[in-house]
């Protein structure tokens, strides 16, 4: 499943920069994830960094994009041919 940011966000930036595949970006009225780059940190880190990052507790999971890890796994191999994931 990838991650969302609800309208509680507060523009301040904190997790884009922590994205690693940069999936956020700055929208009309506050940041937004991209779905299709979105892994939740699969492969890269255990946890999502963005969450980690968000002061404002706005960054959730997507109802509209539901995937289990596998599937996550399978966007980042995709991304990142012949990279191994580390987490």
């Known amino acids: 499943m990838a991650l969302h940011i609800t309208d509680e966000c507060s523009s ?3 997790c884009e920069p922590e994205c690693p595949n940069g ?3 700055e929208g009309e009225d506050h940041y937004q994830i991209n779905p299709d ?3 939740e940190c699969v492969g890269h880190h255990a946890e999502p960094q963005c969450v980690a990052a968000c ?3 706005s960054i959730e999971k997507d109802p509209a ?3 289990d890890k596998a ?3 399978a966007k980042f191999k995709k991304m990142y ?3 191994e ?3």
Request: aromatic share 0%; net charge negative.
């Open 71 to 73: 599937a996550l796994l």
């Open 85 to 87: 994931p580390v987490a």
């Open 55 to 57: 002061p404002t507790d």
């Open 23 to 25: 999936a956020i970006s």
């Open 12 to 14: 301040c930036g904190a």
């Open 81 to 83: 041919p012949g990279k």
């Open 65 to 67: 994009h539901q995937e």
């Open 37 to 39: 780059q979105c892994t």
